[in-house]
């Protein structure tokens, strides 16, 4: 619904959702806190002016607000500036100071005293407003499973345009029906060819998004950031971390050996691993049948491929979804409207899917329709829609590109895409000539790390965010791993400690044997035996200190996944393969679309600082000769 909120001695209207199934809003007023001392509420005769609570609807004609064209000036493309963030301008919102002054007002008496103070008081009093009008400050929405997360900084709103992947992008799939599905196609497509399938199911928790299949040795890998192997699984069966390190302790994973390398970048991943490590499982068996020939790891791949592939291509598993799209898709009332403000906030909306037409119709209407207002559809949210699209050779190269001019699918040539349009194939120049928008004024939202945000951004240089859906459960199973996490954290520090002891015993029990005097005199002083029963007993705590830690690093993010831990983590201490792709080509990402409307189309999303590894040791030196030595002793550990 609408709410009126009393601003002081002003009023707007803001959207909340009452029933988000309803077509129309219901608008009712909301009383909050005057602002007393503020700049807002100082100024009422210039916000009494601009600023007009309207009781039409929202898309109606006569609906309106602030006429921020007689009060504010916009940053065009042509005049932007560069901030000192490196982002554009563009976009931004500059007071008209002739129209202050026509009221009789000040812009400098606004901002009487150091801008600081005047700074802090603003914040606080913007922190009381957002919080009376039950709005989370972007802080605190970092804060939770549904925030959108920032790699590389991204000013909102100087883009002009956001594009939008479908499939587990805009439509979340139920993962264990889709997967499954597509399963059980694939089962069959292998069982019509002679290789033994039966007795086996569908395991959605033997893999998740992220890991990385080694075509050559019939593995399942997961590798850290720097592409070393931390855990790893052949069939389904784990492997111990020796052999892990016997196998992998002199190679690397790279990405760029496709031959032998395939990394599950989506979830649409996970029907296709579960498929062929159980099948390498038939292979070292035995019971796969001689007459399919001589077969290795890397051809039993290429045969899972081919029968996945066929579940797709006869379009069976879709027209399956297509009848019975409720059973298959989790709807998400939220993301229409969050659409709906990027629109209206005058972003160009793009739908960029490689689905083709039947299927994007169908299912944009099943999970979109029922969610807009005033008899809106799905396809009055777009400004263009191009379905069958080829990615990633959409973003490569150009391709032919033919308007969708009737129902049924029926398509003609054309060079140029209009506003309003369907279309099938062609390509992302042709997108950025007919719009006259490119490069990082375009914003791509997709799912597939490589598909969708990798080559958006190499090839076209246009700003990217990633999809993945599973944040939410990972949030969710660290906030329940913290006691685990910081009573492993503890005992990694002990042993820290205890062997930093052991080591400085050792090395004054060897100068000893070359008869040279230890690091300090006490050392030095040490007897023998003294010596020995101190190491050995620090000996015996460090080996009963590994007996706990060993099963708890192991456990740790099982929560998650049993087998693979974390998505975004591998081992205790470092991301995983698949966050440093994510840091490296999707600019913000997210659990859900719909995770944009818990902020605004203006947000200017900030990275965190990174922190290097001499980071707090730089800090702990700096400040060791103070009075706060025990402060930073406990801040190191």
Request: net charge neutral; with cysteine; proline share 3%.
């Amino acid at each position: 619904m609408y709410t009126t909120e009393a601003l002081g001695n002003f009023s707007v209207f803001r959207e909340t959702s009452v029933s988000m199934a309803a077509t129309n809003y219901i608008r009712s007023p909301v009383r909050i806190r005057p602002m007393s001392r503020s700049i807002l509420s100082s100024k009422n005769l210039l916000w009494n002016h601009v600023i007009k609570c309207q009781c039409s609807s929202r898309t109606s004609s006569s609906s309106s607000g602030v006429d921020e064209k007689s009060v504010f000036s916009l940053t065009s493309s042509s005049k932007y500036e560069v901030d000192y963030l490196g982002e554009k301008t563009k976009g931004d919102l500059n007071v008209k100071v002739e129209h202050l002054e026509a009221f009789g007002i000040d812009s400098q008496a606004t901002l009487k005293g150091p801008i600081e103070e005047v700074a802090r008081f603003e914040a606080e009093e913007a922190e009381d407003l957002l919080r009376d009008l039950g709005i989370p400050t972007p802080f605190s929405s970092r804060q939770s499973a549904r925030g959108i997360f920032c790699s590389r900084t991204l000013n909102l709103r100087s883009i002009s345009a956001i594009g939008y992947d479908m499939d587990y992008t805009l439509m979340h799939y139920n993962v264990i029906a889709w997967e499954g599905r597509a399963y059980d196609y694939c089962m069959e497509n292998l069982k019509k060819v002679g290789f033994p399938v039966d007795g086996l199911a569908f395991d959605p928790d033997l893999v998740i998004r992220g890991l990385v299949i080694d075509k050559e040795k019939g593995n399942l890998v997961k590798a850290d950031r720097f592409g070393y192997v931390k855990r790893a699984m052949h069939g389904t069966k784990m492997l111990s971390n020796r052999a892990v390190s016997e196998m992998y302790g002199r190679e690397l994973v790279d990405l760029r050996k496709e031959s032998r390398w395939e990394f599950l970048n989506t979830l649409f991943s996970v029907s296709e691993a579960v498929a062929y490590m159980q099948m390498v499982d038939r292979l070292d068996d035995g019971t796969i049948a001689a007459q399919l020939g001589p077969i290795d790891y890397k051809g039993l791949y290429k045969a899972v491929g081919r029968a996945l592939f066929r579940a797709h291509v006869e379009g069976q598993l879709k027209s399956e979804i297509m009848s019975k799209p409720e059973l298959f898709v989790t709807p998400d009332p939220e993301l229409p409207l969050a659409l709906l403000d990027q629109k209206e906030a005058g972003k160009k909306l793009l739908l960029i899917t490689n689905s083709d037409y039947h299927y994007t119709d169908k299912m944009m209407q099943h999970s979109f329709n029922r969610f807009l207002p005033n008899d809106m559809g799905w396809r009055d949210l777009f400004d263009i829609v191009i379905v069958s699209a080829r990615k990633p050779e959409f973003f490569q190269m150009s391709h032919p590109m033919y308007e969708v001019v009737t129902g049924e699918g029926l398509m003609r040539p054309c060079f140029k895409a209009k506003t309003g349009g369907l279309y099938s194939g062609g390509s992302a120049q042709m997108v950025e000539n007919s719009l006259n928008i490119h490069g990082d004024e375009i914003l791509y939202v997709g799912d597939h790390i490589y598909t969708d945000v990798s080559q958006s951004k190499v090839h076209l240089r246009w700003r990217t965010a990633l999809i993945c859906r599973e944040l939410e459960e990972e949030f969710s199973a660290l906030i329940h791993s913290r006691g685990h996490r910081a009573s492993l954290v503890e005992l990694i520090n002990q042993k820290e400690v205890v062997g930093d002891l052991f080591n400085q015993l050792r090395l004054a029990s060897q100068r000893r044997t070359k008869g040279r005097p230890a690091q300090t005199l006490a050392a030095t002083n040490l007897d023998d035996q003294e010596l020995s029963e101190s190491m050995q007993k620090l000996l015996i705590v460090m080996q009963r200190l590994d007996q706990k830690i060993a099963p708890m690093l192991e456990a740790d993010g099982e929560l998650f996944n049993k087998r693979w831990g974390f998505l975004s983590r591998a081992g205790f201490w470092d991301k995983s393969h698949l966050m440093r792709q994510i840091e490296k080509y999707a600019d913000i990402y997210t659990s859900r679309v719909s995770n944009f409307l818990h902020y605004t189309p203006f947000m200017y999303f900030r990275s965190q600082e990174q922190t290097l590894a001499h980071d707090s040791y730089s800090y702990y030196c700096s400040r060791f000769n103070g009075s706060a030595v025990d402060d930073e002793v406990n801040f190191m550990l």
